[in-house]
């Protein structure tokens, strides 16, 4: 069975600060995909990336960059320079390959104070 | 592209009556559509997965015969709440799979629709 684990329930941070997110997964795969959504107030989510199991290199897209270690089943995300406009809820998800379902983490809040 | 909408995007509605959510993929074809369920500062839970043409597979603990659920072609399903109940009130996404990206496992989530149930 699949499972995803975001310990960190909520986090606030001072604008212009970075923050991290970790995400810890398990599962009996050696093939599978990681995804983190971003889900603001408004409640639609929004694709951030994903990473395949074999693809451990880090991924930076400006603000945002992710951490992926098999070693310790942790795809972590960082927020560099944290802004306002980042305050939402985060979810880590894994979906194993050739089993369409994807299973989300419990989430992360983020709240970015001006 | 891989535009997933759904309709209505709120409802609410007085207690025993049904009330049908539309997923449609706008812009490409799903053979395989899914439906989660999102309580307040809560995780995304999958209701059911809905497959063109066959009967949708519904996660254990979910009343297949509370959330009919319909995938008539192969850019629409619809989940229908059955005899709503206060305690059905909650956010309902839908995502869709992309025939065409093989990789990835990538669904494209809908807007969601969020249910209120009096």
């Known amino acids: 069975a699949q499972k995803v684990t975001q310990a960190q329930t909520e986090i606030s941070v001072v604008e212009k600060e970075d923050v991290t997110l970790d995400c810890v997964y398990e599962?009996?795969?050696?093939?599978?995909?990681l995804f983190w959504y971003k889900q603001p107030p408004s409640g639609e989510l929004v694709f951030l990336i994903r990473r395949n199991s074999f693809d451990e290199q880090n991924e930076i897209s400006g603000r945002y960059s992710w951490n992926f270690q098999k070693s310790t089943s942790s795809f972590n995300f960082t927020i560099t320079a944290s802004q306002v406009v980042d305050s939402a809820v985060y979810f880590c998800a894994l979906s194993e390959a050739g089993y369409q379902k994807v299973t989300f983490g419990t989430g992360t809040k983020l709240q970015v104070i001006p | 592209g891989a535009v997933v909408s759904q309709h209505p995007s709120w409802v609410i509605c007085k207690s025993g009556t049904s009330v049908k959510i539309e997923c449609r993929s706008l812009?490409?074809?799903?053979?395989?559509m899914f439906w989660y369920r999102q309580f307040p500062k809560q995780s995304l839970m999958l209701m059911a997965t809905s497959n063109e043409g066959s009967k949708a597979t519904y996660e254990q603990g979910v009343e297949k015969d509370k959330f009919l659920i319909n995938h008539a072609s192969l850019t629409l399903s619809t989940l229908t709440v059955t005899s709503a109940h206060p305690e059905d009130s909650s956010f309902y996404i839908c995502s869709a799979r992309d025939l065409t990206v093989i990789s990835y496992n990538e669904q494209f989530f809908g807007p969601g629709t969020r249910l209120t149930v009096l």
């Open positions: 599962t009996r795969d050696t093939t599978y995909y």
């Open positions: 812009d490409f074809q799903a053979t395989t």
